[in-house]
């Protein structure tokens, strides 16, 4: 059986030297995970629609969505996912705990620390390069 691929957008945003990482809900696939803000692109939206969306709903947050940071395709058990990371700006509003279990802002030499989604190593890797 072909296996699908999901599309999915995320926001690399940064505040100084730091940037946003949030941890996946409990109940969710993956729970506990860190990862991006972000999420599905939703049929008839363009990918920097579905980022601003999501971030709307998960963080309350309104971004500014830049240039593509990395894109990466990984396979889970259960699922394959076309990750796209947009390097975004928050342009109102502060981030909110809306879906997320919890949030924080890490320097890139921290995320050693924080246990993330398989889908993010790549680009992990090319952000502690920085």
Avoid: N
């Avoid at 395709?73 to 928050?90: A, G, Q, R």
């Avoid at 030499?109 to 680009?123: G, H, N, R, V």
Wanted: glycine letters at 6%; charged letters at 30%.
């Amino acid at each position: 059986m072909e296996r699908k691929t999901v599309e999915v957008v995320a926001a690399l945003i940064w505040e100084g030297e730091k940037f946003l990482i949030c941890r996946r809900p409990k109940e969710k696939a993956r729970g506990l995970l860190w990862e991006f803000v972000g999420g599905k692109v939703e049929a008839g939206e363009t990918k920097p629609q579905a980022l601003a969306r999501e971030c709307r709903e998960e963080l309350g947050i309104d971004v500014a969505v830049g240039d593509v940071f990395a894109e990466v395709t990984h396979t889970y058990p259960d699922l394959t996912v076309h990750l796209t990371l947009f390097s975004s700006v928050i342009e109102r509003g502060v981030p909110q705990l809306l879906e997320h279990a919890d949030m924080r802002w890490i320097f890139p030499s921290e995320i050693p620390l924080y246990e993330f989604c398989p889908a993010d190593k790549t680009i992990l890797e090319k952000l502690r390069s920085l």
